[in-house]
């Protein structure tokens, strides 16, 4: 079964395969609504609860959404978790709850959370919430915390296809305050295997962060991308910087990789080119999203 309340991001041709399979149910909902949630709690046996707002920069410019579904949709899920059947649950959660680090250190999962954004802060809130409900009510929950995913179907806010789509139109591509800021990267099919593994092998309780040990500058990114695309570096601008942008994220998956025995796979500059080849061949997917506000240069200024 499938929750989801088909928001700005949501995209009904990404399930169109799963449509066709006789198993697979589609609920439009919102777990901030209760009722939505003890439907999940009365039919699920194992929970994967990826629903949130995402983006950071809308969590700046209308913090309230991210309140509501990131905060009051767990509580409500987990809170009806523990009167249900489930047999386990994953929460997703961010490398961004434990904030930005210095250049020698990588989080694991005792590191202090100290989230910089609202979108960040709502999902720290949710994380200790899914902790206590753990164990306060015994719900049989694990977290996972994962660093950027990049790959096919990602909305065109994020800025791997953010930056494909304007290279491939020619227009700039503009970079927060010119682009050194350093994110660890994991194709998206690497963190789905870490997601399988967490409901077969997962301990009740724990957190797992899990990292493909990708660290590279946005600008860096941005740079690899205009040349698969064979566009000129040209295209990159410098911009005003959003505000409380963290400087770098970067997690040890040790434990997951321990305990798991998880692995990524992917090399990251040959699944840059499959991501690059998906969105050159799926325009008609992409296209309608491609707003011009989502495609902006400074979205936390803009009206949502």
Known sequence: ANVDYEGPSSNPSNTADLRRNKR???????LAEPRIAKWVAKNADLVVHFAAETHVDRSIANPRPFLESNILGTYNLVDALRNGKIQRLVHISTDEVYGSANDRESFDEESRLDPSSPYSATKAASDQLVNAWIRTYKVPGMILRCTNNYGPYQHPEKLIPKTIIRGLNDLQVPLYGGGMQVRDWIFVTDFCTAIEKALEKGEVGQTYNVSAGNELTNKE????????????????????????????????????????????????EHALGLTVKWYRENEPWWRPMATKKILSARPWKERW
């Open 24 to 30: 697979y149910r589609h609920l439009k909902g919102n």
């Open 221 to 268: 990114v941005v740079q690899r991308i205009l040349r698969q695309i064979g566009k000129p570096w040209s295209l990159i601008v410098s911009t005003e910087d959003r505000p409380g942008h963290d400087v770098r994220y970067s997690l040890s998956s040790e434990r997951a990789r321990a305990k798991l025995g998880w692995r990524p796979r992917h090399e990251f």
